[in-house]
């Protein structure tokens, strides 16, 4: 399994950005693609997670109404969506991929993960 992300960048305070993660390897839709992020000196969080089986998402509180997650099938791509960016939302992100079945947007629940890409909100 191979993940792809791109798209980060700096942005200033208010902005948008969209990541994506181009995803390899899985031979069927049982599957979850998540995004995690890690600022620095902080542990790895959990952001939002689709279900490509059934398409079902999740969203942690800090970026709900603000990030959305959606998948394209056709190109293998899972996107996020980042609005109205906060400061606070700085951070390495990663894009991470495991078989069904899934208990949490845990990093201990995924078992392959991208390189990561840089986003800085920033004025």
């Known amino acids: 399994v191979q993940l792809v992300e791109s798209g980060g960048g700096l942005v200033p305070p208010g902005g948008s950005l969209t990541l994506s993660c181009v995803v390899s390897?899985?031979?069927?839709?049982?599957?979850?693609v998540a995004w995690f992020r890690q600022a620095p000196g902080k542990v790895r969080e959990g952001v939002s997670s689709i279900n490509m089986a059934d398409d079902f998402t999740d969203v942690v509180d800090a970026v709900k109404g603000r990030f959305t997650i959606s998948s394209d099938k056709e190109k293998a791509t899972v996107y996020l969506a980042m609005n109205r960016l906060k400061p606070e939302d700085t951070a390495v992100y990663y894009c991470a991929a495991t078989p069904l079945p899934v208990l949490g947007l845990r990093v201990s629940q995924f078992k392959n993960w991208g390189q990561g890409t840089q986003v800085t909100v920033s004025s």
């Open positions: 390897g899985f031979t069927d839709d049982d599957y979850v």
